[in-house]
């Protein structure tokens, strides 16, 4: 029990760093708390559902529709809201207030045009291309189903949605760290304005990193169906809160810090499934309080704190 | 005379006697009470954020524990709804003095937190293990003690306590402390300000007045489970209202409530399907276009709103 | 003779007064206040009662309305429903407005405990008679409150019946001994879980409860409460949850390859169209669930049966977008109970039709079973008998009832190959 509990905790808790990567991106780089996250999340579970229903695509291959969509969405959403939302006396509350009527929106549109009853696709959808790969590397065919890892049984959602997980950490991390673009982002992220007077267009950088943002949100939406049961216009709010979790928990603006979030929320949850049941979803708002009270940077950043 | 008194006479004394009158000329008396109720959060928010700069995105924290420890009091010890009240009140104040280090933290992760402990409180609460204390998923049903009329009495006076310690803040020494402290609070320290102090107390006053509406609306509404008391609709209308009217002010919040809480319930006897969306495309143009809210349009036209 | 004459015409033009009154006093209509929620975590369950609720209303106006007995006439029904959001407080200011404002005759409840229960204190306040939909809360029927009747749910508190039974009665011949409890901690569900374990432990069968466990109604994984489950060996598993917490449950059983001898969930039975789109046929074959009425053709002395209902329903609602099932005969069962207490009672004062409505209990037979109501108000009828679900040959879900025997289509494949 205790094996499956930190095994299923690492698997889960990748998922929601994938989830939380986005989020981090958005709130480091323009300080903007994006309550709309957990809807755009939904938004690309949806779009993996028609496209498996109308044209039988499978989630993976999605991945780069959901990406270019969003990507494409979120440019000119960006220069919508942004701008005249940083030009205010306080950018951080009032976004706060921005993207929650933002998610109350695209909330209203999703319940009327789908209306409101559950949604998903069969697991056995994600079950084909790890049995593909498995089939390639035992040299015989091997049935889509559930995965076994050192003993223990998982659905092959959860590999995949691992596997997808750490490549886009690894993606950002390139993005960040290795690419020109990456670099003015970070520098943003440190300091706006000094970032401005040094002749780097703030505007373009946060736009991408915003549209990468939520484009990534949509990917791991793309799993939702089948890591969250099933998917609803109403189930953005609940996702968006334990995104925070994981992203204070890790820190801000480091996609590795992400990781460590994710992860540790994916454990302690599945510890708690296991022995307390009834309080398991008490824990991520336990942990965030916890890790803002006694290290308000997160365990792995070096932002500072007011007052 | 005054300008503290002055303020007190052109608004206190017409909201509180409107809202006193009201019941007489308009049926539904629950829709009347909830505007006072939500008169009071939006001044709460408006205590916390208008003054102190401090955004509450979980005040209904404060609300939901004001309400059962309310209800506890009374289911368990079959205290008078008065001294209830009082319970209720002192209950929502320990869990803001709980709270108090969130204090520390800057901007959005205040606010986070905050949503974070007001969730925590509702799972608590809701929790079946701690069900003989709370009565668990089950919810509250209060026997015996339902008075809607002097419930609503109670409500009117609370409300004007509050206005009154509203009209003070906006008069006084204490409130221009607090403004300094939103504004800059290293500057604030430095002028002589002790920041940490002002701002607990700012924040027990507003977790005090939340705890009060909380118990008010348990003592009113009667039977209610834990989500009604937690939902996070209260906390989002108080800001949203508080914000439209003009924060640091005290007819702000009012019109605030008076509009757009108004408006709520028009659209929900008229058009109600697409009540989410009208609703979020207000927040959003608000936001966008009038960040300071309708006092700041106001005092762009000259009239000084109090 | 002249006296005799003038007694007459004065008798006579007395009862010709009085039955011109009566008649000026008939309203033209009859107004029903009812509450839906198009939006929010409870749409799902309020929209199929509230369309059930709308045909009913406009068949019996396609026939010129309901008859009343309190003015010897048919009159038009005039249904005024508000859209509460899934927000408690909303619903408790419209409901107020219902009764105040718009000065409904009858008082209708949205679907579910939660919406609910806002109006026990209103409808009590003001003297008028809660026509309960479907909300099952214990909390709502006190021996002192004579102002409200429960329509279609039976009440938690012995809705699991069959199912324990089923296991106490059949299960140690099947092999029964070690049953596994997950539920989900909300007032519906929390108290069907300590209802079948009450039912349980009091049979002295030889059952153990080997798990018991309640986790959080947003619960939305269930891999590793799976494996912890399989860890105890049980013989069967009771999974009790709302929709969302059955279509997880069973999504994840499947995608993790466990399978449990027996697996009891409630949405499969009541919203099955839903289940079956997000589980699947195969991930449903062989779980036991509840049978309802919309499965079950019960012989309805009153009001259509199930087969014409459902007929009617198709006809009127082509979009697709609210789901046929147990919620929508639901509403419609309110039209009915209430056209049929309309039509017995001697007022519409609300303590009139209160007790109109409980003297219906026992008799009154539609396509949602026997109607029948405690003294408080609490629906004991219409119990919904165990069945199992099963493959028919168009590889759609088809019911096996199962418990109590005497309403038995087949037997109990057990255990689940």
Partial sequence: MLIYSLLAGLLFGLYFTLIGLGLNLVFGVMRIVNLAHGDFLMLGGFLAFWLFNLFAVNPLPAIPIALFLFMMAGLPLYYLLVPRLLAARDPEMLSIILFFGFSQVIEALTTIAFGTSERSIPGIELGRPVAAVESWFAGRKVAPGPVTLFGQTFPAAWIVSAIVSALAVFLIFLYLYRTRLGYLTRAVMVQREEALSSGINVHRVSAIAFGVGIALAAISGLFAPFMLGSITPAMGVDVTIVSFAVIVIGSLGNPLGTVLGGVLYGISYMLMQSYFSSWANLLPYLLLIAILLVRPSGLLGRQVRRA | MPRLWRHALAIVVPVVGAMAVLPALYGNHLLLFNFVVFMLLAQGVNVIYGFTGYLPFGYVGFFGTGAYGFSLMVVHLATPPLLALVAGGAAAVLLGLLLTPLLRLSGAYFSIANLAAALAVLQVVSNPDLQDITKGPYGIALNGIYQPTLAYGVALAILAATLMTVVYLRNSRFGMALQAIREDPISAGMAGINVVRERVIAWLISALIAGLAGSVFAWYVSVFYPETVFGSEFSIFAIVFALFGGPATVLGPLLGVIILYGIYNTIGITTPQYFQLIYGLLIMVLVLFLPNGLASLLRRWGIDVP | ?417
């Fill in chain 3, 1 to 417: 003779m002249f006296q005799k004459l003038v007694c007459g015409l004065g008798l006579a033009s007395i009862v010709a007064l009085c039955g011109a009154a009566q008649a000026a006093e008939a309203p033209k209509e009859i107004k029903f206040g009812t509450l839906y929620a198009s939006a929010g975590p409870f749409a799902v369950i309020s929209m199929p009662v509230h369309y059930g609720l709308k045909l009913w209303a406009e068949q019996a106006n396609a026939e010129g309305g309901v008859f009343v007995k309190a003015f010897n006439k048919k009159i038009p029904v005039k249904l005024v429903a508000y859209d509460d959001q899934s927000n408690p407080a909303t619903a408790a200011t419209l409901y107020d407005q219902l009764i105040t404002q718009d000065k409904v005759d009858i008082l209708i409840t949205d679907s579910g405990s939660v919406l609910t229960a806002p109006a026990v204190p209103i409808a009590r306040n003001h003297k008028m008679l809660l026509i309960d939909q479907t909300g099952t809360g214990a909390n709502f029927f006190t021996a002192d409150n004579p102002y409200i009747a429960l329509m279609s749910d039976p009440v938690s508190t012995i809705w699991p019946k069959p199912l324990a039974d089923f296991i106490t009665h059949d299960g140690p011949a099947l092999g029964i001994k070690r049953v596994a409890l997950l539920y989900s901690t909300n007032d519906f569900t929390t108290t069907q879980a300590n209802a079948v374990r009450k039912f349980i432990t009091e049979a002295k069968a030889g059952i153990d409860i080997v798990y018991d466990q309640g986790v959080e109604t947003k619960t939305s994984n269930y891999t590793v409460l799976i494996n912890n489950i399989r860890a105890t060996n049980p013989d069967a598993v009771i999974e009790l949850g709302y929709d969302g917490n059955d279509i997880a449950f069973l999504r994840n059983l499947q995608d993790s390859g466990t399978k449990f001898k027996m697996v009891f969930c409630i949405y499969p039975g009541l919203e099955t169209n839903v289940l079956e789109k997000n589980v699947g046929g195969e991930g449903l074959q062989y779980v036991y669930t509840y049978v309802p009425s919309s499965e079950i053709a019960y012989q309805a002395s009153f009001g259509m049966n199930l087969a014409q209902y459902k007929a009617a329903w198709d006809k009127k609602y082509t979009d697709g977008k609210v789901e046929f099932g147990f919620n929508s005969v639901a509403g419609y069962t309110t039209g009915l109970v209430l056209e049929k207490a309309l039509s017995v009672a001697d007022s519409l004062d609300q303590l009139a039709l209160r007790n109109a409505i409980a003297s219906l209990s026992g008799n009154l037979r539609t396509l949602d079973g026997t109607f029948a109501i405690d003294e408080m108000g609490a629906q004991i009828g219409e119990i919904t008998p165990l069945g199992q679900l099963a493959l028919d040959k168009d590889k759609h879900i088809k019911f096996v009832t199962v418990y109590p025997h005497d309403v038995a289509t087949g037997k109990a494949i057990y255990p689940a190959p």
